[in-house]
């Protein structure tokens, strides 16, 4: 399984960007699939994550009523919509997919990057 991320860029503040992940090979049955994030110096860490089938989302407190995470099961492909960035959310944001336990596939990541 490939996921392929884009969307990423430079916006001030109080900007949005949207990004998408597209999944791609084998036929494949994923449980869900999330959004992490990577700042300089920081490990990666959790943003936000959809069930694939039930599309039940999960969000970070940090971003919790700003992100929406969604998908198009017929592409594919899920999107983190991000709306009033501030330049904390500055990282590089990988989206990843899980078919039972472990975040097993993950595509190679888009930088955001917020200007204050």
């Known amino acids: 399984v490939q996921l392929q991320a884009s969307g990423g860029g430079l916006v001030q503040a109080g900007g949005s960007l949207r990004l998408s992940c597209a999944a791609s090979?084998?036929?494949?049955?994923?449980?869900?699939m999330g959004w992490f994030r990577q700042a300089p110096g920081k490990e990666r860490e959790f943003v936000a994550r959809?069930?694939?089938?039930?599309?039940?989302?999960y969000y970070a407190e940090s971003v919790k009523g700003r992100f929406t995470v969604s998908k198009h099961n017929a592409e594919n492909t899920v999107y983190l919509q991000m709306n009033s960035l501030k330049p904390e959310d500055t990282a590089v944001y990988y989206c990843a997919l899980r078919e039972s336990a472990n975040w097993d596939y993950w595509g190679q990541g888009t930088q955001v990057t917020v200007s204050s």
């Open positions: 090979g084998r036929t494949f049955s994923p449980y869900d």
């Open positions: 959809i069930l694939w089938n039930a599309g039940i989302t």
